[in-house]
């Protein structure tokens, strides 16, 4: 099972989250691009330390939405997503390469993610862009997500993963961040959570309803507080229960 962890959201005099920990209980890291968060010199940085512990670079995009970090839904035109999705690609790769790493598979964030799951138009652009930058990178994102139906038409390889921290609908979907109890926090439940997932494929949703996700990745919580202490207990969660690690990329 791999273990996916956002790195690189801050930017110039604003730091956010703990990288320097969560680089180390993750193995795949979703490094942010520029335009929902992160800046070149966090990006170079977050490349470095995920290059330094074998853990695989992956591209975070989002809207262009600094201010909003990304969690605003935006109505762009195809052309704009398109190019924002390459530009974001294009920078974070030279970056990676540069110390020596590579972007091997893409991510969407944030209201970009959610809004992929059923907006055919965006993801059309998002899978255009992706295509147009290299045709066999992977992608990840939410399982029957039209982000997914349409990279697996264009040929991409796609990997589905489940959150650890957060509430699902019985159709496998998540529960909106605006609504109470979307986030889990109780950390006996989040590794109980994350166990089941790796080893059955399953998780429980809000009205009792058992969801087959059958995830290739389980992503850890993001910069929340107490988000290393819950990642760290999530990791030993897994290997106590014999869960072998590695990136699906």
């Known amino acids: 099972m791999d273990l996916n962890a ?23 890291a979703n490094v942010a691009c520029g335009f929902h968060a992160g800046d070149p010199v966090t990006m170079l940085d977050s490349c470095r330390a995920a290059y330094e512990l074998d853990v695989t670079v992956g591209a975070k ?12 839904s935006m109505d762009v035109s195809f ?9 974001q690609l294009g920078a974070l790769d030279g970056v990676a390469h540069a110390v020596g790493a590579s972007v091997d598979y893409v991510k969407p964030h ?14 059309s652009a998002v899978v255009a862009a992706v295509n147009a930058y290299d045709p066999g990178l992977p992608i ?20 589905t993963e489940a959150f650890v921290d957060r509430a699902y609908h019985a159709d ?5 961040r605006s609504q109470d109890g979307a986030v889990l926090h109780d950390v006996d439940v989040i590794v109980e ?3 089941r997932l790796a080893a059955k494929g399953e998780v429980v949703a809000v009205d009792g309803t058992v969801v087959s996700l059958r995830p290739d990745s389980l992503c850890l919580p993001g910069g929340a507080p107490g988000a290393i202490d819950i990642a760290a207990a999530v990791r030993a969660g897994l290997e106590a229960a014999g869960i ?3 990136s699906f990329a």
């Open 6 to 28: 956002d790195l690189g959201a801050s930017f110039g005099s604003w730091t956010m989250g703990g990288d320097a920990a969560m680089v180390q209980l993750a193995t795949s």
């Open 61 to 72: 995009v989002g809207y262009r939405d600094l201010a909003g970090f990304g969690r605003r």
């Open 79 to 87: 052309d704009e997503l398109f190019g924002d999705v390459l530009y």
């Open 110 to 123: 944030g209201a970009l993610y959610d809004r992929l799951v059923h907006d055919a138009e965006q993801a």
């Open 140 to 159: 990840l994102g939410l399982a029957d997500s039209e982000l997914l139906k349409q990279a697996r038409d264009a040929g991409h390889p796609v990997f």
């Open 172 to 176: 496998g979907t998540l529960v909106p």
């Open 193 to 195: 959570r994350a166990v």
């Open 244 to 246: 072998e690690l590695e």
